[in-house]
C-alpha cells in the first residue's frame, strides 16, 4: 500500500542562525565582534531616582539627568511633575577620547529661566568596573546624592557605570558622545571611527609560453600545463598542444586582490605524467608590489620570468639554484574598472573607474544659468528681477485671489499639458546630464 504524500508547509518561519556569538571556541566564549577591532567605551545607565526634593511652588518638580564627562554631556528627557521619574537611558564615551578623570552625573530640575540644581554623584574613572562579554551585565546600585560640597541631599539616583567594548548588548541603545552635539571646545575633538574598505584590484595574468623545460621522464612527450595561486584562489590553463620543452599556451588567468598586498603569486609549471599525476618542473614566485599597475587603455609589456627547479633530497624539498627554464607572462594589475562585489543590476555605476577609458559624451546640456550662453542668462535673470519687482509692488491679497482663480479654474480652460512655468519647474535632471 503506497504511503500518502505527506503535506509540505511553505508559510514563512523565523529562523536564528549562529553568525558567531554565543560559540564556543576552546576555553571562551566567541563574539560577533571578534573579527573587528575593539573599540572601548565607558557605559553610563541612568535607571530612575526616588525621593527627589521640591522645587517647584507646586510642590513637585520636573526632574532630568545630566551626564558629563569633560567636554562631553549627555542629557536624559525630562518629567513633568514627578519626584520618582525612570529613564533607563544609556550613555557610551569613547574612551580613546577621555579628558578628564572624573565622571560627573548630575540630576536638575528643569525651570523656565535656569534650572535648578538638585544633587550629583561623583565616580573617579580608575575605580569604574571593566566588563567583557560574556559576563553577565552590571547590576545598577542606589547612590545618595550630594551638593557642591560633597554632603548628603535628599534623593537618590539608581545607576550602573562599567567600561565595556562594542560587543556589549547597550551599544546599539546608547546615546554616543562622537555622534553628539557639543561646545565649540569640544568640536575639535569629535572624530568618528571609519572602517575603510580595501582598494581591490584586478591581477590579470596573461601565460604566453614556456622555455627550455626540463622533464624528468625524457622518454615521453610532456603534457604541460601552467597553475596559478593568488590567495585562496587557484586557477590553470589548459594543457599545451605543442607537446615539448618549449610549449604554448596564450592563456588568461584573472584574479582579485586587494591592497595592502600581503601575499605573492605562485606559479608553478607541471607535467601530466599520469591519471592524478603530476609533477613539478619549475616555481616562481611574484610579488604583487613589483607588478605594473594600468589604469589606461595602453598595453602591457611582456616579462620572462626564471622558474626555479625544486628537487626531493632525503624527504626534504630543496630548491636548485642553478637556472633551469623560463616562462614568458604579461601580468598587470588592472584598476580601471570596477571590481563588482554585487550583482550586475543592483550597480549604480558601470562605467570603468579610469577616465581615460570613458566613452565619449554626446553633448553637453546648457541651463540657463550657464554662463556659457549669455543670451539665455540674460533673459533668464531679465524675467526674474520683473518677477519679482511686480510680485512687491502688488499687494499680497491681490496676488492670492489671482492665483486661487488660477488653480481653481473650470476644466475647460485647463490645457491638458503642462503649462511652460510648471513644466519647467518641475523638471528634474535626467541621470544622463548629472552624468555630464
Known amino acids: 500500500m503506497q504511503k500518502p504524500p505527506q503535506s509540505q508547509d511553505f508559510a514563512l518561519k523565523e529562523t536564528s542562525p549562529n553568525i558567531g556569538a554565543g560559540s564556543i571556541t576552546g576555553d571562551k566564549l566567541s563574539c560577533t565582534y571578534d ?5 572601548h567605551y565607558l557605559y553610563v545607565r541612568v535607571v530612575k531616582a526616588k525621593d527627589l526634593p521640591a522645587k517647584d511652588v507646586t510642590g513637585s518638580c520636573d526632574p532630568y539627568v545630566e551626564v558629563k564627562l569633560g567636554n562631553y554631556k549627555g542629557v536624559t528627557r525630562h518629567f513633568e511633575k514627578k519626584s520618582n521619574p525612570e529613564w533607563n537611558q544609556v550613555f557610551a564615551f569613547s574612551k580613546d577620547r577621555l579628558q578628564a578623570s572624573f565622571l560627573e552625573v548630575v540630576v536638575k530640575d528643569k525651570d523656565v529661566v535656569l534650572d535648578d540644581f ?5 565616580f573617579e574613572l580608575n575605580d569604574i568596573p571593566k566588563r567583557f562579554p560574556p559576563d553577565s551585565p552590571l547590576a545598577p546600585q542606589w547612590y545618595r546624592l550630594e551638593d557642591r560640597k560633597g554632603v548628603k541631599v535628599k534623593g537618590e539616583l539608581m545607576l550602573a557605570v562599567w567600561m565595556g567594548t562594542q560587543a556589549d548588548e547597550a551599544f546599539p541603545d546608547a546615546w554616543h558622545s562622537d555622534a553628539a552635539t557639543v561646545g565649540p571646545e569640544g568640536v575639535n575633538n ?9 582598494k581591490l584590484w584586478y591581477v590579470r595574468v596573461n601565460v604566453i609560453e614556456a622555455q627550455d623545460l626540463l622533464p624528468n621522464d625524457k ?4 603534457e604541460v600545463f601552467v597553475k596559478v595561486i593568488c590567495g ?6 589548459r ?12 592563456e588568461d588567468l584573472m584574479f582579485v586582490a586587494a591592497e595592502p598586498f600581503e601575499e605573492p603569486l605562485y606559479l608553478t609549471v607541471e607535467d601530466r605524467v599520469g591519471s592524478g599525476k603530476d609533477e613539478i618542473l619549475g616555481k616562481c614566485v611574484i610579488a604583487l608590489q613589483t607588478v605594473q599597475r594600468r589604469l589606461d587603455h595602453k598595453p602591457v609589456h611582456t616579462r620572462w620570468f626564471n622558474l626555479e627547479k625544486h628537487m626531493i633530497v632525503d624527504g626534504e624539498q630543496k630548491r636548485e ?5 623560463r616562462i614568458h607572462l604579461r601580468i598587470c594589475l588592472d584598476g580601471g574598472y570596477h571590481v563588482l562585489d554585487e550583482s550586475t543590476h543592483y550597480s549604480s555605476d558601470l562605467r570603468p573607474t579610469a577616465k581615460q577609458l570613458w566613452k565619449s559624451s554626446i553633448g553637453i546640456f546648457e541651463s540657463l544659468l550657464s554662463w ?10 531679465t524675467f526674474c528681477l520683473i518677477a519679482a519687482i511686480v510680485l512687491y509692488v502688488t499687494p499680497f491679497q491681490v496676488v492670492a485671489l489671482l492665483a486661487g482663480i488660477y488653480v481653481l479654474r473650470h476644466p475647460r480652460l485647463r490645457h491638458k499639458l503642462p503649462s511652460v512655468p510648471l513644466n519647467f519647474f518641475r523638471r528634474l535632471p535626467a541621470r544622463s546630464d548629472s552624468m555630464l
Open 190 to 198: 569629535i572624530r568618528s571611527k571609519v572602517y575603510l574598505s580595501p
Open 219 to 222: 622518454s615521453r612527450y610532456p
Open 321 to 325: 639554484i642553478k637556472f633551469s627554464s
Open 35 to 39: 573579527l573587528v577591532e575593539q573599540m
Open 232 to 237: 585562496n584562489q587557484v586557477l590553470r590553463t
Open 372 to 381: 556659457r550662453d549669455p543670451r539665455a542668462t540674460t533673459l533668464f535673470v
Open 118 to 122: 538638585m544633587g550629583r554623584i561623583m
Open 239 to 250: 594543457i599545451s598542444q605543442s607537446k615539448n620543452i618549449n610549449p604554448i599556451w596564450n
